[in-house]
């Protein structure tokens, strides 16, 4: 039953981005950016962790999640270290997300080959 809801739950979140770019004349770098920056927001007002312990992997995955990583990095890190947390801490949090993916990124970019638009 967890994989159907967070499934479901993903997917409404994936939906409402997916209007928001057909709605809008936003660049998807730009939605990119609102949607890590809401998760960030929903997370120091203490919403998106409750709602990442209800809806699992499906809240915790697209770029909402990301933000919300970032903010309990930073919090985390300002609480024991001070100021200079607010620097390292998000990048503590998420080293390993962001290198997962870098490392994965060029694995694919070896094994493929890239296509040029016509």
């Known amino acids: ?5 967070a499934f479901i739950i993903g997917g409404i979140i994936c939906a409402l981005v997916q209007i928001l770019m057909e709605k809008t004349k936003l660049l998807p770098g730009r939605i990119m950016v609102i949607l890590v920056c809401t998760g960030v927001v929903l997370g120091a007002v203490n919403v998106y962790e409750p709602f990442v312990k209800w809806a699992g992997a499906g809240a915790s995955v697209p770029l909402t999640g990301f933000g919300n990583v970032l903010w309990k990095g930073v919090k985390e890190a300002v609480d024991q270290e001070g100021l200079i947390g607010l620097f390292k801490g998000g990048f503590k949090a998420c080293a390993v997300g962001v ?19 016509s």
Request: aromatic share 12%; net charge positive; glycine share 0%.
């Open 99 to 117: 290198s997962s993916a870098l490392i994965f990124s060029y694995i694919a970019a070896l094994l493929t080959k890239p296509k040029l638009k």
């Open 1 to 5: 039953m967890d994989y159907i809801k």
